[in-house]
């Protein structure tokens, strides 16, 4: 009788290289492996397919997920200026769910009754996976063999993979927990476990010491059509080679470094460090336009949907009907963010100095305390007569209770 199939997110690491030949031994499945690049820096992709397969994977498909990556979920992801706690840009948070969704469709396409992932059971990853998959397909069952093997040493793993012929690193084990992606990088466990320690210099990658930028500062300037990033300096760029861009000049300039407390899903507190220069600068040149082109209340009940949008999708909910429905909202927000953003790099920071839109609604004649004032200040008076006669009267009324 034909084996029962799982089909599992595969990185190539030593977690997941054991997870195939323990889904073989343990569980008598049949592994289909899949890994999604979502922009990360990883190790030659023929060469973790051809690992998959030695150590046992029925098949190992290598999925380039960047485009949909950025056309579907940074897109949305922009659109809502999506911080988690307003300052984490959700960098693993949103890489989930693509996996999610090729996950589903591998397993529907090759009939497989499971899916499994690598992720501990003390983080957010696994939560986002498993809901993310149930969403899609609840007829799908979800291992999690991590979760399994927590009281496992890791010298215990590495000699089980070891006595199996599985490549096992002989370097000393990265201290770290990283995770990366085209939208930035996450750093985590080790030294930063303690929260009065200062990040030591030597976990960053994408971004300079930010004393140690350039001493000139420079001068970028971002186009977007309908909320989508679509050029830099004047240039026709995609939203994807724009934010490849951003992350080399904000990193340069020493910016888009976070180091931040956060509250998990699964309850506890924990200290990451993230560096995300294209995101941050990106979100910042995106609000700037919106300043200038959302109509006022639209542009404040927007920043409370952005709160809850982060917020689902910290939660692992991309796939929710809540979501669905603040997406659509969003997405009815960006059709006038059209126009371009000058902004200045320096020594760590990045301002925005500069917006224009032909959806501008700011009106010079307006705001000007010069000459071209169209202001009419006689209507201010009755304005502000009623604006305050609630307050007014509730104050008179204080009066009479203070006696
Ligand atoms: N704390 C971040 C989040 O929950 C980063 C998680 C990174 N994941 C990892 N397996 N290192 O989105």
Same mark, same amino acid.
């Given at each position: 009788?034909?084996?029962?199939?799982?089909? /599992?997110a595969y990185s190539g690491g030593l977690d997941t290289s054991?997870?195939?030949?323990?889904?073989?031994?343990?569980?008598?499945?049949?592994?289909?492996?899949?890994?999604?690049?979502?922009?990360?820096?990883?190790?030659?992709?023929?060469?973790?397919?051809?690992?998959?397969?030695?150590?046992?994977? /029925?098949?190992? /498909?290598?999925?380039?997920?960047?485009?949909?990556?950025?056309?579907?979920?940074?897109?949305?992801?922009?659109?809502?200026?999506?911080?988690?706690?307003?300052?984490?840009?959700? +960098?693993?948070?949103?890489?989930?769910?693509?996996? +999610?969704?090729?996950?589903?469709?591998?397993?529907?396409?090759?009939?497989?009754?499971?899916?499994a992932h690598g992720c501990t059971g003390k983080g957010n990853?696994?939560?986002?996976?498993?809901?993310?998959?149930?969403?899609?397909?609840?007829?799908?069952?979800?291992?999690?063999?991590?979760?399994?093997?927590?009281?496992?040493?890791?010298?215990?793993?590495?000699?089980?993979?070891?006595?199996?012929?599985?490549?096992?690193? =002989?370097?000393?084990?990265?201290?770290?927990?990283?995770?990366?992606?085209?939208?930035?990088?996450?750093?985590?466990?080790?030294?930063?476990?303690?929260?009065?320690?200062?990040?030591?210099?030597?976990?960053?990658?994408?971004?300079?010491?930010?004393?140690?930028?350039?001493?000139?500062?420079?001068?970028?300037?971002?186009?977007?059509?309908?909320?989508?990033?679509?050029?830099?300096?004047?240039?026709?760029?995609?939203?994807?080679?724009?934010?490849?861009?951003?992350?080399?000049?904000?990193?340069?300039?020493?910016?888009?470094?976070?180091?931040?407390?956060?509250?998990?899903?699964?309850?506890?507190?924990?200290?990451?460090?993230?560096? =995300?220069?294209?995101?941050?600068?990106?979100?910042?040149?995106?609000?700037?336009?919106?300043?200038?082109?959302?109509?006022?209340?639209?542009?404040?009940?927007?920043?409370?949907?952005?709160? +809850?949008?982060?917020?689902?999708?910290?939660?692992?909910?991309?796939?929710?009907?809540?979501?669905?429905a603040l997406d659509a909202f969003i997405a009815s927000t960006?059709?006038? +963010?059209?126009?371009?953003?000058?902004?200045?790099?320096?020594?760590?920071?990045?301002?925005?100095?500069?917006?224009?839109?032909?959806?501008?609604?700011?009106?010079?004649?307006?705001?000007?305390?010069?000459?071209?004032?169209?202001?009419?200040?006689?209507?201010?008076?009755?304005?502000?007569?009623?604006?305050?006669?609630?307050?007014? =009267?509730?104050?008179?009324?204080?009066?009479?209770?203070?006696?």
């Amino acid at each position: 009788m034909a084996k029962e199939k799982v089909v /599992l997110a595969y990185s190539g690491g030593l977690d997941t290289s054991v997870i195939i030949r323990w889904l073989i031994e343990e569980k008598d499945l049949d592994v289909i492996a899949m890994v999604g690049d979502v922009g990360q820096q990883r190790q030659d992709l023929e060469y973790i397919r051809q690992k998959a397969i030695d150590i046992g994977a /029925l098949e190992c /498909l290598v999925v380039d997920m960047r485009e949909e990556f950025v056309n579907e979920f940074l897109t949305k992801a922009l659109a809502a200026n999506a911080l988690y706690e307003n300052k984490y840009p959700l +960098v693993s948070a949103l890489s989930r769910p693509i996996l +999610v969704k090729h996950l589903v469709k591998t397993a529907e396409e090759y009939q497989a009754q499971y899916v499994a992932h690598g992720c501990t059971g003390k983080g957010n990853d696994q939560v986002r996976f498993e809901i993310g998959i149930v969403t899609l397909n609840p007829e799908l069952k979800v291992l999690a063999p991590v979760r399994e093997w927590d009281l496992l040493t890791r010298e215990q793993e590495m000699e089980w993979a070891a006595a199996r012929g599985i490549p096992v690193p =002989t370097t000393v084990d990265e201290p770290y927990s990283i995770d990366d992606n085209i939208w930035g990088r996450t750093i985590e466990c080790g030294i930063l476990e303690d929260p009065w320690v200062e990040p030591p210099e030597d976990i960053y990658e994408l971004t300079q010491p930010p004393n140690m930028g350039p001493d000139l500062p420079q001068y970028v300037e971002l186009g977007f059509n309908a909320g989508v990033p679509c050029s830099l300096d004047g240039k026709q760029m995609s939203f994807h080679d724009i934010i490849i861009e951003l992350n080399e000049i904000g990193g340069r300039h020493g910016y888009g470094r976070i180091d931040m407390l956060e509250n998990r899903l699964v309850g506890l507190k924990s200290r990451e460090i993230y560096e =995300t220069p294209g995101a941050l600068a990106l979100i910042e040149a995106h609000k700037a336009l919106e300043d200038m082109t959302l109509e006022r209340d639209l542009l404040h009940y927007k920043l409370s949907v952005e709160h +809850v949008w982060a917020t689902q999708v910290y939660y692992g909910q991309w796939y929710s009907p809540l979501k669905q429905a603040l997406d659509a909202f969003i997405a009815s927000t960006q059709t006038a +963010v059209t126009g371009e953003v000058r902004l200045k790099f320096h020594k760590g920071t990045c301002l925005t100095v500069g917006r224009r839109s032909d959806f501008s609604l700011y009106d010079y004649g307006l705001a000007t305390y010069g000459e071209a004032d169209s202001f009419d200040r006689t209507a201010a008076k009755g304005f502000i007569d009623i604006f305050g006669l609630a307050v007014k =009267t509730w104050a008179r009324q204080q009066l009479k209770l203070d006696i």
